[in-house]
Structure formats: structure tokens, C-alpha cells
């Protein structure tokens, strides 16, 4: 079974342009997350969707980010446009429906190495 | 969601059992204490997840006294691949389920 993928692996842009990141959950995971690590801080919570309803984006830090789940499938963030305080690791994860006993179990990808010049 | 308090570091030696503990003094009761593991240039995780009392998997053993306040991480006989940064987090069992990640332990295994 594949994993959470995440595309690109790493990106570099300039200040004020826009970047968009892709997570493609595991096959029948109607939890999908957002998560990102700034530098020499913690790893933060942004947003979470269930198929393509977002059910908490208290994360999100603004408005310059803009998240989306076409279809319950596949996810993109969006950062636009990109301020330097934006760099960091945006990692993505997904989660089958909690149907059964309450499990944190969440399947996380390699991450996105956003660096913002 | 109840703070938690681990080592910042901890050095082991290759076969030797490692446990690493964790204080969440303010912990609910409805909240479940869950484990991550993460590798460098990797996502988290998930290694272990329990209630109260002992839970055991393939991978590690998770102890909670009766009072919850604390739980510990124990992975039998060590290898070095399993140098990377522990998590412990807590969680009260909501519909969100979203993570809360505090600073981890660094567990470094020596040959």
C-alpha cells in the first residue's frame, strides 16, 4: 500500500511569489492534515479535512495560505504570496474515519522543504 | 489540551532497553497518551497509543500509572536505527484529532 506522498520535496522561491504543495493522502483516508515545522520551533497544526470539508483550519496562520481537497482526494496548499517567515517544513498526514475505538494514529509524509528567499 | 514535559535528550548504547518519560500533570480523563517517532527528513510516526495501565506492540511497550500524570516510553534492546526524536502527546479523543507536538526527545543510540 502506498504511503502520503508529498510534492515537490523541496522548493525555493523568492519573497512574494506563490508556491503550491500537494499531499496525496492514502487511498480511503477521509482524515487528511496539515501540519508545518518552522525553523528551531515545534511542529504546528494548520488545518484538517474530512473528505473535502475542511473541519478545523484554527491553525491556519493567515490568509496568505489557502488550503483545498478537490474531489476528498488529493490536497494543495497554496502560499501567496510567500513571506520569508513562511520557510519551514509543511509535512501532511491522513487518518482512516475514527469508526472504531479513538486512535491518533496518523500517517505522515516526507514533508515539503519550503526555503523562502 | 494538557502540556507535556519530556527529556530533551537521552544516550544509549546498542541492546540495551531505553525508556524515556513523560509528565502531563494536567492530564483529562478523557485524554489517550499517544507516541511518534521521527527520523531526519522524515514525517512522524505513529508508535504507540494507550489509555491507562500497559500497552505492548511490536515496537514498544507504554506504561501509565494509575494516576496518569505521567506514562513511559519503553523500547527493548536498541539498535541504531533508532536514533531519531520521540514524541509524546496528549489528546482528549475529539472528532478534530489534530496532533499537538511539543519539543520530543532526542534518543541517540551508540554502537
Known amino acids: 500500500e502506498a504511503g502520503v506522498t508529498q510534492f515537490p520535496s523541496h522548493s525555493v522561491i523568492e519573497k512574494g511569489q506563490t508556491v503550491t504543495l500537494r499531499c496525496d493522502p492514502i487511498s480511503g483516508h477521509d482524515n487528511l492534515y496539515w501540519y508545518r515545522r518552522v525553523m528551531g520551533k515545534e511542529i504546528k497544526f494548520l488545518l484538517h479535512f474530512v473528505k473535502e470539508s475542511k473541519q478545523d483550519e484554527s491553525g491556519m496562520p493567515n490568509n496568505r495560505f489557502l488550503a483545498e481537497r478537490t474531489g476528498g482526494t488529493y490536497s494543495t496548499l497554496k502560499v501567496q504570496p510567500a513571506e520569508l517567515e513562511d520557510s519551514g517544513v509543511y509535512f501532511c498526514a491522513s487518518s482512516q474515519d475514527g469508526t472504531g475505538p479513538v486512535s491518533y494514529e496518523q500517517y505522515f509524509g516526507p514533508g515539503t522543504r519550503l526555503t523562502v528567499t | 489540551l494538557a502540556k507535556t514535559t519530556q527529556p530533551i535528550s537521552m544516550d544509549s548504547y546498542e541492546g540495551q532497553e531505553v525508556n524515556i518519560t513523560c509528565s502531563h500533570n494536567n492530564i483529562a480523563t478523557n485524554d489517550y497518551i499517544t507516541w511518534y517517532q521521527q527520523f531526519p527528513s522524515q514525517g512522524p510516526r505513529f508508535i504507540i497509543q494507550?489509555?491507562?495501565t500497559k500497552v505492548t506492540n511490536e515496537v514498544a511497550s507504554l506504561f501509565i500509572p494509575a494516576d496518569r500524570k505521567s506514562s513511559t516510553l519503553s523500547l527493548p534492546r536498541v539498535s541504531l536505527s533508532d536514533t531519531a526524536v520521540y514524541y509524546c502527546?496528549?489528546?482528549?479523543?475529539?472528532?478534530?484529532?489534530?496532533?499537538?507536538f511539543g519539543s520530543g526527545t532526542q534518543l541517540t543510540v551508540l554502537p
Open positions: 494507550g489509555y491507562k
Open positions: 502527546l496528549v489528546g482528549d479523543g475529539g472528532s478534530a484529532r489534530q496532533l499537538t
